[in-house]
């Protein structure tokens, strides 16, 4: 069964950091893209950050930009989002999602599957 | 940016249609996804590129898209689908994954 676990999220004070780690298996982690999306306590989902499979291509949202940075290491089937300067506005459960496997010849559609989340608290 | 806009909330007895909208500036050019999040649990994609159902999700579950409209159509609804719903694009003017603010299904 493809299998996607969050870790590293925890308690942190604003403007400190905290890295994330989505560890991906049965799967071949490689061919696919990867991506991030956060949702705080009672809200919406929020996508944050996309990767593509070779790290050729990364993309982040405007709330993240600057400050957030995504990577991932396909010898060791992991994907990781480095958070700097972290808010307040920040908390959430952090998801990692794999693009789906349904794709067309330029593109695969949504997001599938996803983690448990791991979550991310900022406050002093 | 490009905005995507859904109702807060939907409600519907059981056995009848549930519709859940998912508004946006000509949508209908765009491939539209979407997800069923139970509380306490990750999203599950449910339709992806506008009415294609991943495997697994059952019939009653359909999609589509025209206009400035995408619809996620639940027939038969079950107290099981009562779950809050995403609709979801890319947008490839500011290459940014775009979600929209969520509806929350009632079962009455």
């Known amino acids: 069964e493809v299998q996607l676990v969050e870790s590293g999220g925890g308690l942190v004070k604003p403007g400190g950091s905290l890295r994330l780690s989505c560890a991906a298996s049965?799967?071949?982690?490689?061919?696919?893209?990867m991506n991030w999306v956060r949702q705080a306590p009672g809200k919406g989902l929020e996508w944050v950050s996309s990767?593509?499979?070779?790290?050729?291509?990364?993309y982040y949202a405007d709330s993240v930009k600057g400050r957030f940075t995504i990577s991932r290491d396909n010898a060791k089937n992991s994907l990781y989002l480095q958070m700097n300067s972290l808010r307040a506005e920040d908390t959430a459960v952090y998801y990692c999602?794999?693009?789906?496997?349904?794709?067309?010849?330029?593109?695969?559609?949504?997001?599938?599957?996803w983690g448990q989340g791991t979550l991310v608290t900022v406050s002093s | 940016s490009y905005v995507l806009t859904q109702p807060p909330s939907v409600s519907v007895a059981p056995g009848k249609t549930a519709r859940i909208t998912c508004g946006g500036n000509?949508?209908?050019?765009?491939?539209v996804h979407w997800y069923q999040q139970k509380p306490g649990q990750a999203p599950v994609l449910v339709v992806y590129?506008?009415?294609d159902r991943p495997s697994g999700i059952p019939e009653r579950f359909s999609g589509s898209n025209s206009g400035n409209t995408a619809t996620l159509t639940i027939s038969r609804v079950e107290a099981g689908d009562e779950a809050d719903y995403y609709c979801?694009?890319?947008?490839?003017?500011?290459?940014?994954?775009?979600f929209g603010g969520g509806t929350k299904l009632t079962v009455l």
């Open positions: 590129d506008d009415s």
């Open positions: 000509n949508i209908g050019s765009k491939s």
């Open positions: 979801q694009v890319w947008d490839s003017s500011s290459d940014r994954v775009v």
């Open positions: 990767i593509s499979s070779s790290s050729r291509y990364i």
């Open positions: 049965e799967f071949t982690f490689s061919n696919y893209n």
């Open positions: 999602a794999r693009d789906s496997p349904y794709c067309s010849s330029t593109s695969c559609y949504g997001f599938d599957p």
